[in-house]
């Protein structure tokens, strides 16, 4: 499955914006997907993720309670709701198929180009 984030941007402080991931060459049914993100000089991270099977998902400590992930299998899509957003969110942030539990580990080369995202004070 190859997969393709998109929507970021440029967003201000406390404001929201709305990542995709859009999935092609096979089904999204079944398998856990998150996101994670690299900001410059900074490790990656892990973001969010959901799982294939229950839905479930997790989310890294400092986005908790602000952002949201979703799936829509029908259309093949994950989709990332970012609320309330900070300085700190800034960075390129990438939609993988993984291990999503308490926490996610990507599965190494399925991401595909990143989307950056760029908050303002």
């Known amino acids: 499955v190859q997969l393709q984030a998109s929507g970021g941007g440029l967003g201000q402080a406390g404001g929201s914006l709305r990542l995709s991931c859009a999935a092609s060459?096979?089904?999204?049914?079944?398998?856990?997907i998150g996101w994670f993100r690299q900001a410059p000089g900074r490790e990656r991270e892990g973001v969010s993720c959901?799982?294939?099977?229950?839905?479930?998902?997790w989310h890294v400590d400092s986005v908790k309670g602000r952002f949201a992930i979703s799936r829509d299998n029908p259309k093949n899509m994950v989709y990332l709701q970012m609320n309330t957003l900070k300085p700190e969110d800034t960075a390129v942030y990438y939609c993988?198929?993984?291990?999503?539990?308490?926490?996610?580990?990507?599965?190494?080369?399925?991401w595909g180009q990143g989307t950056l995202v760029t908050v303002s004070s």
């Open positions: 993988a198929t993984g291990r999503c539990g308490f926490g996610f580990l990507p599965d190494f080369g399925s």
């Open positions: 060459g096979s089904t999204l049914d079944g398998l856990d």
């Open positions: 959901i799982t294939g099977n229950s839905g479930s998902t």
